[in-house]
């Protein structure tokens, strides 16, 4: 079972994440946005992120996007899309956490 | 004395084993645990959980269906995989990963054939309820949603990329498909009355709602509520309603506002707005409550935590909930007398008396979304 696995390498993968992401987010509110991206996030883009209504989220298909472009799509949205600003939830750093957790982790 | 021979006789013969052993279904339904790819058997009599049914794949956003008798049920799971699950063995009995993400699904309305909406790649297929066996495969330019069952072993769907509606008709040895034209800019959901007589699609790309009359010879769309929907100065909406809620109560239509915190009431015969609910949050499902003037909604996140109860006759607010944190599923009793609600972050289904508004029970379970009790399975448009 893949989705039993996932929550231990991620906590292992979180404790080696770069110092400078974890600085800007304690690790309570980290646990809180990764459950919204897997959860909230997951509704359009899927649990696992392969996409569904929204496009796929995996890292294969970030394909290294740049983790700023990626912090504005969160904060502000895809005008004309499904995609709605988050800025109203998150705030800068915590959308930059998200990115980096895509590009690094999912 | 008659009776108590036959109860004498029954005793004595193979008969007796099997009463004592049966297991009805038609108080039973099924739970989507989504993080965890497993099913949930609930009891509705007992407000019990029976067991665990494992190895369903992605369940995020899934949804099922059940056969005429209420033995098995479809489950269409995110990740493309189509699930048939015998309520009495526990098990899957069949499966097959028939897509690479898919929506949804429906069964026909003489229990045949069981058809999945596609996301990736874009279309729906037809397969034999029985075995699972592919038996049609129809294309689309993009994401289907929306599909519903119609009477005469048909089925209706609509592209969000394209905005078509169409039916398909798998009475004949050939399948009959019908494009019934454009509804407007990205459906997102759509749903068929209880009478099979109108085919809703609600638009997130353009205002207003289309409405296919399917009694008519050549159904067409036709535009209504054409101030209803997303502009640019509404608020972001962080999950898509869903439209299979959409209540019919006191001859109207209870529509969630799309980026407004407010139900639309729609006269039923005249397509006319007949007034605004201001409510908690983005509506996701407006479910009435069976027998009774009632329909219960509840929200989008960051406001899911909520549950409110409105009266069709006034379009007020009556009640207001806090079940549980992340609610995002209602199910009635058949009858009306239950509401069991789903609280994804208390990883717990919650029993509510739809009289007083007690909580009448709890069942633990995992992260669950949809509850579905297999009364469904006689209920058209599902």
Redesign the interface.
């Known amino acids: 079972?893949p989705?039993?696995v996932i929550p231990l390498g991620l906590v292992i993968v979180l404790a080696l994440c770069a110092g400078a992401v974890r600085a800007e987010v304690a690790s309570a509110r980290a646990a809180e946005l990764e459950?919204m991206v897997?959860?909230?996030c997951?509704?359009?883009h899927?649990?696992?992120l392969?996409?569904?209504?929204g496009a796929p989220l995996t890292r294969e298909a970030l394909d290294g996007a740049d983790p700023e472009t990626l912090q504005a799509i969160i904060l502000d949205?895809v005008p004309?899309t499904?995609m709605?600003?988050?800025r109203?939830?998150l705030s800068e750093p915590e959308a930059r956490w998200i990115a980096d957790y895509l590009l690094e982790v999912k | 004395m008659k009776s108590y021979l036959w109860a004498a006789l029954l005793s004595l013969s193979p008969f007796a084993a099997l009463a004592e052993d049966a297991f009805a279904t038609g108080d039973l339904g099924l739970v989507v645990e989504r993080a965890t790819g497993s099913l949930l058997l609930l009891d509705r009599s007992e407000h019990a959980a029976l067991g665990r049914i494992e190895g369903l794949g992605d369940l995020s956003h899934a949804s099922m269906t059940y056969s005429p008798d209420e033995r098995f049920a479809y489950v269409f799971g995110r990740d493309g995989g189509l699930s048939k699950v015998d309520m009495l063995s526990r098990q899957v009995v069949a499966r097959t990963i028939q897509a690479g993400n898919s929506i949804g699904g429906a069964i026909s309305d003489d229990g045949r054939l069981v058809a999945v909406s596609n996301y990736t790649p874009g279309g729906v297929k037809v397969f034999d309820a029985e075995t699972l066996a592919l038996v049609a495969d129809i294309p689309a330019e993009g994401k289907t949603i929306g599909l519903a069952d119609l009477p005469g072993r048909r089925f209706a769907w609509a592209v969000w990329d394209t905005g078509h509606a169409f039916v398909g008709d798998f009475s004949g040895p050939e399948p009959v498909i019908t494009d019934l034209g454009k509804v407007g800019e990205n459906p997102f959901d759509a749903v068929v009355t209880d009478d099979a007589h109108t085919y809703l699609v609600g638009l997130f790309g353009e205002k207003g709602v289309s409405a296919i009359d399917l009694w008519d010879d050549t159904p067409k769309p036709r535009k209504f509520l054409e101030n209803y929907g997303k502009t640019e100065d509404d608020m972001p909406v962080y999950k898509m309603p869903h439209l299979q809620g959409w209540a019919f109560a006191q001859g109207q239509f209870v529509l969630p506002a799309v980026g407004q915190h407010e139900l639309l009431w729609v006269d039923r015969d005249t397509l006319v707005e007949t007034g605004r609910t201001p409510v908690h949050g983005q509506p996701v499902f407006i479910i009435a409550q069976p027998a009774s003037p009632y329909v219960w909604v509840n929200f989008a996140t960051p406001l899911n935590d909520v549950v409110q109860v409105v009266d069709s006759r006034t379009h007020e607010v009556v009640k207001t909930l806090n079940p549980g944190k992340a609610i995002l599923h209602m199910e009635f009793a058949p009858r009306g007398a239950e509401a069991w609600i789903s609280s994804r972050d208390d990883n717990a289904i919650l029993v509510y008396d739809t009289h007083t508004f007690a909580q009448k029970a709890r069942i633990e379970a995992q992260s669950p979304s949809g509850i579905f009790f297999t009364a469904r399975a006689h209920q058209p448009g599902l």
Do not use: E, N
């Open positions: 079972m989705d039993g459950h897997i959860q909230d997951g509704s359009c899927g649990l696992t392969k996409g569904g209504l949205g004309g499904a709605p600003p988050w109203p939830l």
